[in-house]
């Protein structure tokens, strides 16, 4: 059984309602219902349970007139009668604990795996405010991840927003799972949107593992679930973070992916009459992404830090589609992940000519730097070519730089696949040594 102190207790207790406002359904549309009686003390965004033969629906309020609110239930519109009875719930809030670190939650804050978890002793809006621009830190020192592609050539630093472009398949999940474990970080909150039910289970205990899972949160909504839920997860998981930034703590966000996030916020927004332009999504995509990007990052002083990695899928490596477009405008880097490269059997796959880390070149030393610069020129090098070369047209000794490029190819291929069981001063050595190059340790 559950064991709840005394002011977890009376938190709980503040919370229960003696009465509930009741309004009546009026209006059945193909997606959503009109409530009257609930219009004047209602706000947008409000929950509300619409009682039904088979039991209670959850329902989120959209848009509200004089007259009646208009709702998006939870599970669709069948079954639903005129005059059937919708209960005001209030805000949509959630109340992360401490506790929850080691579980596997849903978007309202209830348990997904095992006994039941304590709420909080504070209620949190689901769509806060970022912090305030100007009283934000910069971003922090360069962060140890496990692997040496991101300890050299994509550095991440704490606070940073990095986002994750790849199509299915292409081991994505994976390399989440891998940041998750070997990312600094005092506890990891892990967005899943729109998963497949039977892998939050695989992901929680095969991919993420024990250890993984000892300092993590996890949010899910399954694809099944209703976009009103498959949303609301992004939100609820980026509000457990704030949670445990305002505590002082070092947080690594992870979201898998800002693509169901968008097509859920797509079918929630096109419930409420508003037109698509952007090749399919509705026009609030850029505030909802934006949104949900910036609460991410440096904290204020005396706050800690939120380190994003936002997956996005793109199909056929169109980084060009909407999600992708806005997030790249948004974010301080992106990682691209190539199906070619995983079919030939190299993971992650990262594409490292396509995928850049903003905090670049601040976070590396003159000579990480240098190392930096040389190999990606090499693999520059080699790229443009790769096609004469493997099909035998060039001669050794027309180019000196792509003479070493192809002497060099094996290897720094190689070194992208890596992990790292030191630091990162032990990257930028292997790193050198590839190159046959010369290291000078420090920053």
Known sequence: ??????????????????????????????????VSGLEHISSLGDL??????????????????????????????????????VIHIGANTIAPDNSWVGRIIDPFGKSLNGKPVISGLQQKP??????????????????????????????????????????????????????????????????????????????????????????????????????????RCAWS????????RDQGKQVLFLADSITRFAEAHREVALATGEESSLRGFPPSTVSMITGLCERAGPGEENAGDITAVLSVLVSGSDMDEPVADILRGVLDGHIVLDRKIAERGRFPAIDLLRSVSRSLPKAASFSENELINAARKYLGAYDRSEMMIQAGL??????????????????????????????????????????????????
């Open 1 to 34: 059984m559950t064991s709840v102190d005394l002011p977890h207790l009376s938190a709980a207790m503040k919370l229960i309602k003696m009465t509930h406002e009741i309004g009546r359904i009026v209006e059945i549309s193909k997606t959503t219902i009109a």
């Open 48 to 85: 509300v349970e619409v009682e039904t033969d088979e039991g209670e629906r959850r329902g989120e309020i959209l848009q509200l007139t004089e007259h009646q609110a208009i709702i998006l239930v939870d599970g669709g519109v069948d079954g639903l009668s005129i005059g059937d009875s």
């Open 126 to 231: 689901l769509r806060a405010k970022s912090p305030n621009p100007t009283a934000r830190k910069p971003w922090g020192e360069r962060l140890e991840t496990g692997m040496k592609v991101f300890n050299t050539m994509l550095p991440i630093v704490r606070g940073q927003r990095i986002g994750l472009f790849a199509g299915s398949g292409v081991g994505k999940t994976s390399l989440l799972a891998k940041l998750a474990q070997g990312l600094e970080a005092d506890v990891v909150v892990i967005a899943m949107i729109g998963e497949r039910g039977r892998e939050v289970r695989e992901f929680a205990e095969n991919v993420l593992g024990p250890e993984g899972m000892k300092r993590s949160v996890i949010v899910a909504a399954t694809s099944d679930q209703s976009a009103m839920i498959r949303r």
């Open 237 to 244: 998981a980026m509000c457990v973070a704030e949670y445990f």
């Open 394 to 443: 060039y001669s050794n000794g027309t180019d000196p730089i792509l003479d070493k490029a192809i002497q060099f190819w094996a290897g720094l291929d190689e070194f992208l696949s890596q992990n790292e069981t030191q630091d990162s001063q032990k990257s930028f050595q292997d790193l050198a040594h590839v190159m046959g190059m010369k290291f000078v340790k420090g920053r």
